[in-house]
C-alpha cells in the first residue's frame, strides 16, 4: 500500500501547531507498519539550514494556477526513514511565517495543484492521498475535477483530516478566476454561504473525512462546535471517522529526555522531585517539594478555557495552598491578566510569556497538576505529554480530553475531568485534584497509572491502516 500524507507543516521542518507534530510522527508509524508513505510539504524559507543541506533537488515543473502557470521545485529527503518532498516557489514561500499572508489562498492553491502534478514526476502513484485542514482542502476538489478521469492518475482515493474545523479556507467568489480556477459548472463544490470555501469542497469529494478524535467526530455535526458547516457535516456524515491521535513516545519520555534536569520513570519517581525543584528555582518560585504545582501549556486565546481560569484563578490562589505556572502567548487580554496576578503572587505564580520548548518538558516533568479547561479542544497533545511525565490532567470532557482523560473517581482513571463550560466546576474538579495530591500513597499509583497510558501512535496508526485499506477496497 502506498500513501501521500500532504500537510502544510510537519516537525522537525517547520511547524506552528499540533498538525506539525501528527506529520511528523504518524508517517513514521505508518512505515514501521510496512506501509510505503511520503510526505509533501511546502519549502518554506524558515526550514532550518541544517535539514535543508541534507535535501537534494529532484526536478521541476510549472504548475497551473488559475489562468496563468507557477514555477514549481522538488526537493527531497529522508528523515526517521520517511521520504519528505519539498515543493518550492520563491515568491509563494520565501517569507516570514508559514500562514497569515494576504495571498494565503493563492500560496496553498498553488501548493494542492502542485502535489498533483508531482507524482508523475517522482513516478509515485499512491493508494491514498491524505490531506490534512484547510490549506491542502484542494487536493481532493482538484482530484475530482481534472485528474481522476485521466488514466495515469484513475483509482486514487482521497482522506482528508479536520484538525481544527474553526479555520476553513473562506475567502470571496472574485478568486474562482484569479487564483481557484474551477469552472463555472464546477463551482458548487466550494460555494457555501455566498462564499468559496475551501474546507467544504474537501468534505464533498474526499472519499472519507477523518477527525483527530472520535468525540471531535461528532460534535462537529453541532452548530456549536461546526463554525458553519454543520449541515453539509450532516449530510455526509456516513464519510466521517474519529481517530484520535497519539504522541512521539520516543521524543517525550522522561526517561531519555535530554531537556530534563533529572530523568525518572514510573518505577523511580525521584527525579521528578528534582526537576519540580529546579524548576521552582529556575522561575524564582518558593523552595517546597510538597506544594502541589499547577501548570499550564497553552496559546493564550479564548478556546482553551482562559475565561475559565480567569475567573476562578483569584478565589483558587486565596484559598489552597497551590503553586501556578502558565507558559504561552497570544490575546493582549489574557497577557495582561496573568501579569498582574504573577504581581499579586510573587513566589507562587509565574506566567511565562512565549513559547520556549525547553521550557515546556521541564514544566511538564515539574509539574504535578495540567490544567486544560478547554471550550473546544478537536484532540489535544497537551493532555498526552503530561501524562507521559506524571503531571495529572485536569480536563474538560470535550473532543480529544473526553477520549484521553478518564476521571479518577471511576477507580481507573487517569485524571480528573468536569463537564460544564463553567468556572466554579473547573475550581470544584482542580480542588478534588488537590485533595487527592495529599493522599499520597493514592497519588503516586495515579501517577504511576499515568505514565503508563498509552498514547503512542500504535492504535492510531493501525486505525488509518484500516481505513486506507478501507477505501482502497470500495
Not at 478566476?177 to 457555501?192: H, K, N, T
Request: charge should be negative.
Amino acid at each position: 500500500m502506498k500513501v501521500l500524507y500532504v500537510a502544510s507543516e510537519a516537525r522537525p521542518f517547520a511547524a506552528s501547531g499540533g498538525l506539525a507534530d501528527v506529520a511528523g510522527s504518524l508517517p513514521r508509524a505508518l512505515r514501521q507498519r510496512l506501509i510505503g508513505c511520503r510526505v509533501v510539504m511546502p519549502y518554506y524559507d524558515e526550514i532550518p539550514q541544517s535539514l535543508k543541506d541534507t535535501m537534494r533537488f529532484v526536478t521541476s515543473f510549472s504548475v497551473p494556477v488559475s489562468w496563468r502557470r507557477q514555477y514549481c521545485g522538488v526537493f527531497e529527503t529522508r528523515y526517521n526513514g520517511v521520504l519528505y518532498y519539498f515543493l518550492d516557489n520563491q515568491y509563494y514561500f520565501q517569507r516570514q511565517g508559514l500562514y497569515g499572508h494576504y495571498d494565503d489562498a493563492e500560496r496553498f492553491a498553488f501548493f494542492s495543484r502542485a502535489v498533483l502534478e508531482l507524482l508523475p514526476y517522482i513516478d509515485f502513484k499512491p493508494d491514498v492521498i491524505h490531506c490534512n485542514d484547510w490549506q491542502t482542502a484542494l487536493v481532493p476538489t482538484y482530484y475530482s475535477l481534472f485528474y481522476a478521469h485521466n488514466e495515469w492518475y484513475s483509482g486514487i482515493k482521497t482522506i482528508f483530516t479536520i484538525h481544527n474545523i474553526q479555520y476553513q479556507g473562506q475567502y470571496g467568489t472574485e478568486l474562482y478566476d484569479e487564483v481557484v480556477g474551477i469552472p463555472p459548472q464546477g463551482r458548487s463544490i466550494l460555494d457555501w454561504e455566498n462564499d468559496i470555501n475551501y474546507m467544504k469542497g474537501a468534505i464533498e469529494t474526499a472519499n472519507r473525512v477523518t477527525t483527530v478524535s472520535p468525540s471531535y467526530a461528532w460534535e462537529i455535526r453541532d452548530p456549536w462546535f461546526a463554525h458553519g458547516l454543520d449541515p453539509i457535516l450532516n449530510q455526509r456524515s456516513w464519510k466521517i471517522r474519529g481517530i484520535l491521535n497519539g504522541i512521539d513516545t520516543t521524543s517525550y519520555n522522561p526517561r531519555t529526555d535530554i531537556q530534563l534536569y533529572a530523568h525518572y520513570s514510573p518505577e523511580d519517581l525521584s527525579g521528578k522531585q528534582i526537576n519540580k525543584q529546579k524548576l521552582q528555582e529556575r522561575l524564582s518560585l518558593e523552595q517546597n517539594a510538597e506544594v502541589p504545582m499547577i501548570a499550564m501549556v497553552t496559546r493564550l486565546v479564548s478556546h482553551k478555557g482562559l475565561d475559565l481560569v480567569k475567573c476562578a484563578l483569584d478565589q483558587l490562589m486565596r484559598e489552597e495552598y497551590v503553586q501556578f505556572v502558565i507558559l504561552g502567548s497570544g490575546d493582549w487580554e489574557y497577557e495582561s491578566f496573568f501579569r498582574s496576578m504573577q504581581e499579586r503572587y510573587p513566589g507562587r505564580l509565574c506566567f511565562c510569556n512565549g513559547f520556549i520548548p525547553e521550557l515546556s518538558r521541564k514544566i511538564y516533568a515539574g509539574s504535578d497538576i495540567f490544567l486544560m479547561p478547554s471550550k473546544a479542544e478537536p484532540c489535544g497533545l497537551s493532555q498526552m505529554i503530561a501524562l507521559r511525565y506524571g503531571s495529572i490532567p485536569i480536563v474538560r470532557e470535550v473532543g480529544g480530553l473526553r477520549d484521553s482523560i478518564k476521571d479518577s473517581g471511576t477507580g481507573d482513571g487517569n485524571g480528573f475531568t468536569f463537564a460544564n463550560y463553567d468556572a466554579m466546576d473547573m475550581l470544584g474538579c482542580i480542588r478534588r485534584a488537590i485533595a487527592g495530591y495529599w493522599q499520597r500513597d493514592g497519588w503516586r499509583i495515579l501517577v504511576e497509572r499515568a505514565m503508563n497510558s498509552d498514547n503512542s501512535w500504535t492504535k492510531s496508526a493501525t486505525e488509518y491502516i484500516n481505513l486506507y485499506k478501507e477505501v482502497i477496497n470500495e
